[in-house]
């Protein structure tokens, strides 16, 4: 049995694999379907939003001038000559001390440069009194005051949200450029896991890795492909690596550890370069990463927790950047008083899932204090993790730590 | 021309609309696609997890009680008489002063009480020496440790995460119950609307609206049905609100003002009940709800951004509501400053979108200075929005406020 001859700090260890990580190439799709989809392209306008001058109220159209000594005891008074429709181009124009009816989003008809609010008039006959005065423009939603021609819209890199898909439809933009979905390789080694359902035989455990690493692939916008798994052998280990290297990346779980069975790290550099072995976190140590074809291998301990801490440090920026987006975790942060303290090693970073909750109206998180990175449960039962970097030995009880929520 | 008889309040419409919400019924499905769905039962094991006591570490299982004199100078001396494999039922005992080198994982073979560290032995021929002692249990996971039978792994009404993937894998829960997604109806109407890409001839708009609400519908777990666009026409508006009244939800945007053409309150109205029309919030106070054959109808207003925010502040919280999520808006929320004060109405919600900037570490808010519920392009920009409540005149600059996150 061998140990680990160094432990390599997180932030090195995130550097070499970001540096490794090539972004995906775009591709073209119908914006009605791009919600939550990477923006490839910055998106320019090629027409005015709104397309002609409207009316940004329900009221009247008129010349601005004809207004100006309109006051509340003292209206002035205007001829209504008629009314402008939505959806059509008006036929009316609007001549001096005239008016003309319009509705909320309807076209400004000719001759006008305001509107009056229906509720500063009132009727009689076609005679409309206006009680106040309106300024040039006043309740006009302008031609090109939302987007004009040549605007730059959205931006490369940014998510797309309902109101940009709505942006998309405004200008008429049909097709959009978005990354690609990277594919990932999913890979679950060992002689002893059977399929969740599976009776279990003396010693077998359920696979529950794999699974819980497909959902967070899914999480950060990529497709899972599952391979395997497979026994910790060195030459099935090296054929589904090469098989999984024709996806955007790989994630194999299990075999990286030190023991005689833990071939993963060596099938790596039998088929391309191994980058590091062992870093500085808790839980999550027996991480490995290496290239096999120009692609990013990731080998996470075996042990549920391990994968998945060690997927949030180490895969989840490299699968944002891939995208296009910021290389973090990318998770929401907030801010919660510690009920217990938190107690670390100098010179490793320790990941400790906590459970928040509110009283007073303040928000508390409790560690879950849970030694062993097989027991799930402490991942389930958490709402989200503090981070306790390399320089300190953690936390005293009531500081206020950084919590990223599931 | 009418105008809104009296704004309600945007609680108290709350309150309607939650009153009139029913859960969807749950459906079932495999664990391995569940994750982003809400789980509509308690999850309870009926296995043991881990399934057997195994090795938490690499090294030699023993019984602790034959290490208790061993010291750094002065190691006690075992028997190494085999090693547990992982997988298969260690054949193998461990009796008095004997040893049984095991990976991490491994069974506990039969005698065995706890397990010494590999780091903590040294090996010559056979005799392994035990620099350090082990109390019962130590380095060892038993059985059940993680999880037990009877034991309540998930609870309703949480959203499926990759770790809780993982957990139903682990437990060999096939199959979950989770809240069926809600279908919505989504209904645009206007007859100035076109296609995006169509042509548009004078006085005609491109209908961005029914898309962004389908992508806000997607991203609150919902399942979009596009129907119409129809014109304002009582018959036709009737017609296609009764047909969206088969999905569990209908949204129609536009023809809900109080304008001649506004014929959507009385199309809901004349099939079922209307029961309110106008809320206390700016952007989208011509906001109505009604019910009609049991199901909830949203109307909201034709512009973008009045149409997005109803749906931010009333339907979100229903649709969540319907999967048996907390009734609120379910966005990340962050504190942030002010750049400018923000000033509001007594006695109305105002809902502002807010720019984010980071500056020497602490977080700025800048408040999208845009009047009219049309300028899409202010909800693009935004990163968030701030809501200043009923009671309150606005925010000073500088003002630290809690920012809800798009």
Chains 1, 2 share one sequence.
């Not at 309740?139 to 998309?168: F, H, I, W, Y």
């Not at 217990?340 to 970073?349: F, H």
Request: aromatic share 4%; hydrophobic share 40%; with cysteine.
């Amino acid at each position: 049995m061998r140990g680990f001859a160094r432990y390599m700090r997180l932030d090195d260890a995130l550097k070499f694999v970001l540096s490794k990580i090539k972004k995906v190439e775009p591709e073209e799709m119908p914006f009605y379907r791009a919600r939550g989809r990477v923006l490839a392209e910055d998106v320019i306008s090629e027409v005015n939003v709104p397309p002609f001058d409207r009316s940004a109220v329900d009221g009247y159209a008129v010349r601005a001038a004809d207004t100006f000594r309109a006051r509340e005891g003292r209206p002035i008074k205007l001829h209504v000559v008629g009314s402008a429709d939505i959806g059509t181009c008006p036929k009316i124009k609007v001549g001096k001390r005239e008016a003309v009816r319009l509705m909320t989003g309807a076209p400004l008809p000719e001759g006008a440069d305001a509107v009056v609010m229906v509720e500063h008039t009132r009727l009689e006959n076609r005679r409309l009194e206006v009680m106040r005065p309106v300024t040039p423009g006043k309740n006009v939603s302008a031609r090109g005051e939302d987007v004009k021609p040549g605007q730059t819209v959205l931006k490369r890199g940014q998510v797309l949200r309902p109101q940009d898909v709505g942006m998309l439809a405004s200008i008429g933009r049909l097709q959009v450029l978005v990354a690609r979905k990277p594919g990932v390789a999913i890979i679950a080694t060992g002689g002893e896991l059977r399929e969740p359902g599976e009776t279990l035989g003396p010693g077998q455990i359920t696979d529950a890795n794999s699974y819980s690493l497909e959902a967070a692939v899914v999480g950060c916008g990529g497709v899972p492909v599952r391979l395997g798994p497979v026994p910790d052998e060195l030459e099935p280990l090296k054929r589904v690596l090469k098989e999984g290297s024709r996806e955007d990346m790989v994630i194999i779980s299990g075999g990286t550890s030190v023991g005689e069975h833990d071939l993963v790290p060596d099938a790596i550099s039998g088929l391309g370069e191994l980058l590091f072995h062992g870093v500085a976190i808790r839980p999550g140590g027996p991480t490995a990463f290496g290239v096999i074809e120009g692609k990013p291998i990731f080998a996470l301990a075996g042990f549920p927790v391990a994968s998945l801490v060690a997927f949030d440090m180490l895969v989840r920026p490299a699968l944002r950047a891939m995208q296009g987006l910021p290389a973090n975790r990318g998770y929401p942060i907030t801010r919660a008083k510690l009920t217990r303290r938190i107690s670390s090693t100098l010179g490793r970073v320790d990941v400790v899932r906590v459970k928040l909750r509110e009283k007073g109206g303040r928000l508390f998180a409790e560690p879950i204090m849970v030694t062993g990175s097989g027991i799930l449960s402490s991942m389930t039962r958490a709402d989200g993790f503090v981070i306790v970097p390399e320089d300190i030995e953690g936390f005293k009880e009531g500081s206020l730590v950084e919590i990223e929520l599931y």
